[in-house]
């Protein structure tokens, strides 16, 4: 059997028509960017996170960007991010001019550690960007409470978690700001690259919204040094046409990773945690194992395709050697680069399919 790590296939063939009448109505209004679509689907994606506004914007990694610099966050300020996360979280306090401090996770969740953040804390510390990382939420409780205590502000990254729960409230809903990506390969993707900033602050969405046009609040009329980073039509337009199944989707990688989690069954793999108080989307369902690149090459030669994330941790990577953290100082990250291995996860595996994985991560020896 060849099972791919993902495929978009089984969903297309689903929603193929909704896209397709997405596409003709933007070329038969033709009329591209910040248009009738952009505003349905901010209005509409708003409500799905339980939050008053949504701006559209070109990516995930701008959504940051432009997040910390509604904040006012820049040049001396210090942001802490997770050391385990994909490294546009890192990029984007680097492009505002910020320094990212890295903070270990919990190797159980792979999330930041909370009891972490308060000794990375400095007096230059201006925000706290939590990642809802592989799919499942960030102890929020605790974060919120380290940011009031501190007076500092949260950006959270949901860039992996589009209608995850955390105490029955969507991420996305907690912090300051939260930004999305709507990468292809997200949980809610678009067919090309797209992102978004939601908060229930009116300020910040104006100022995001601002930052993404050139800084202009009404054409030609420039309030901000801004750059272009805006949701097009088009993009909208398949977005809303997919985020109605987006729970349903959600249901699938939940019960296929409940699936994973009850049948994989072998001394030198362990699964995931799942916390009390989280409903994860499983974008990435990651397993660890001692011998992992053993157990890769064995999937692989069973047609099982296989990912990680991430091989190479932030503070290890060339670009941020200006960082000067040596190898051995963030363990956690280190050891999940080397012993996460990714499962395939996507809408449309068969229980079939889910099988034949589970078989094979047990038939590792
Ligand atoms: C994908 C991702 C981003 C960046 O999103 P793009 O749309 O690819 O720019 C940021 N943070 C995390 C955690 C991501 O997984």
């Not at 308060?118 to 592989?134: D, F, G, Q, R, S």
Request: charged residues 25%; negative net charge.
């Amino acid at each position: 059997m060849r099972i791919p790590f993902v495929s978009f296939l089984p969903m297309e063939r689903e929603l193929g028509e909704e896209l397709k009448q997405g596409f003709e109505r933007v070329l038969t209004r033709s009329w591209y960017i910040s248009g009738e679509e952009d505003t349905a689907f901010e209005k509409a994606f708003a409500k799905f996170c339980g939050v008053e506004y949504c701006v559209g914007v070109g990516n995930g990694l701008d959504a940051i960007m432009l997040a910390l610099k509604a904040l006012g966050i820049g040049a001396g300020d210090d942001v802490i991010v997770p050391s385990n996360t994909y490294i546009a979280t890192a990029l984007a306090v680097t492009y505002v001019g910020a320094n990212p401090i890295l903070v270990e996770p919990d190797i159980r969740t792979f999330n930041i550690n909370p009891a972490l953040i308060e000794t990375a804390i400095t007096p230059n510390t201006k925000a706290i960007i939590p990642v809802h990382l592989y799919g499942q939420a960030c102890d929020m409780d605790s974060i919120m409470d380290i940011a009031k205590r501190h007076d500092l502000y949260v950006i959270e990254d949901c860039a992996q978690a589009h209608g995850a729960l955390y105490k029955n409230q969507r991420i996305g809903s907690f912090g300051d700001a939260a930004t999305f990506s709507f990468y292809p390969g997200k949980n809610l993707g678009a067919l090309g690259d797209a992102g978004c900033v939601v908060t229930n602050n009116k300020e910040i969405a104006e100022k995001v919204r601002a930052l993404g046009n050139y800084g202009s609040d009404y054409k030609y009329h420039h309030i901000l040094k801004g750059n272009n980073s805006r949701l097009d039509e088009m993009q909208a337009a398949f977005l809303s046409a997919k985020l109605p199944s987006l729970d349903r989707m959600n249901e699938e990688r939940r019960r296929i990773a409940e699936k994973y989690s009850s049948g994989i069954k072998n001394e030198k793999v362990v699964c995931p945690t799942v916390l009390p108080d989280c409903v994860p989307v499983w974008h990435i369902y990651g397993i660890r194992c001692e011998e992992r690149d053993a157990l890769e090459k064995h999937l692989n030669e069973l047609g099982i395709g296989t990912n990680k994330h991430y091989p190479i941790p932030i503070h290890m990577q060339e670009c941020y050697s200006d960082l000067k953290i040596k190898a051995g100082e963030l363990p956690i990250a280190e050891e999940i680069s080397r012993t996460e291995l990714s499962l395939p996860m996507f809408y449309g595996l068969t229980d079939e399919e889910v099988q034949y994985v589970i078989d094979s991560v047990n038939s590792f020896g």
